[in-house]
């Protein structure tokens, strides 16, 4: 009685997958399922019924499931967007890593403290959502895999750091990773070209600088560092030409001071950018350069007048876009950039 009434639950659509050759004749249609077993207080999962290569979107959310069977989800073979949320799991699967068609994954609200290292074979991976779970860390190397990830949710851990290779994830646009221990962020976050949304708010005591990177987020739009232990903010935030929100409260904010932040946002970058330029007055000249590149509002160098292009190393300089490429990109590191050894001092 109990299994039918597991059936009767089972919200099976039928999908067709549309395919055309290149004469334009249809091809037979593949019929996927999507198999809907959530809040069923399941706390395994019923032996399916059908054949676990046709479903595209399995939900399990709103059960009480402690552990997903390996042999399970290593059969998911065309499974697009697998919801896991508000379990009790403690760990995912191995064969997760086998979902080389997974888009979506949500495992939201369970007992994680770490990830299957073989995620990162989920290369097709576009969303991640593991907030409010026990992380501690995520793998090392997810930046270097999940090239197609485009929102990473890690909200309400206890994430200390993330790792390096977080950087590498070119296509994200959202990362938020606010509520939990971060006492860093990483160094290299301009190779983060199409971030839009950043999140850290909400560290407290743990998180009191932000790396002079975080000014090259070339498309943020929105950036929240709220209720940190920040004191300072880095005086490359007023070269984001697209930023349209800054959230600061809660921060023993020294600089800027807060009159500056009640004039609005437009008046911090001026602010920032204005102390950039002050910074290095007595600087050598060969050394100023950025400075400059923030006075006149600009990363091309096109506005610089040419007495003061001499501690370029290229003569036809190129935007920061270029030098987001894999040639170029190391060359714009921080730590070449702000370094006294840098690369464009002599």
Known sequence: MYEQQQQLRLDMRKRHDHSRRSNHIEEDEEKLEIVDLSGMSLEVLPNPHLNLGTICKLDLSNNNLQSIPESLTARLLNVVVLDVHSNQLKSLPNSIGCLSKLKVLNVSGNLLQSLPRTIENCRSLEELNANFNQLSKLPDTIGFELLNL???????????????????????????????????????????????????SQNFQYLATLPYSIGLLISLVELDVSYNKITTLPESIGCLKKLQKLSVEGNPLVSPPMEVFEQGLLMVKEYLCEKMNGSHKNSPKKKSWFGKLGKCSTFSGANIPLDDREGYIMQNYRSIEGLASPRYVGMFSPKRLFSPKSYFSR
Do not use: G, M, Y
Not at 154 to 183: E, G, Q, Y
């Open 150 to 200: 485009k929102k990473l949710s890690v909200n309400s851990n206890k994430l200390i750091f993330l790792p390096h290779s977080t950087s590498h994830l070119t296509n994200l646009r959202v990362l938020d990773a606010r509520l939990n221990c971060l006492r860093s962020l990483p160094e290299d976050l301009e190779n983060l070209i199409n971030l839009q949304v950043l999140n850290i």
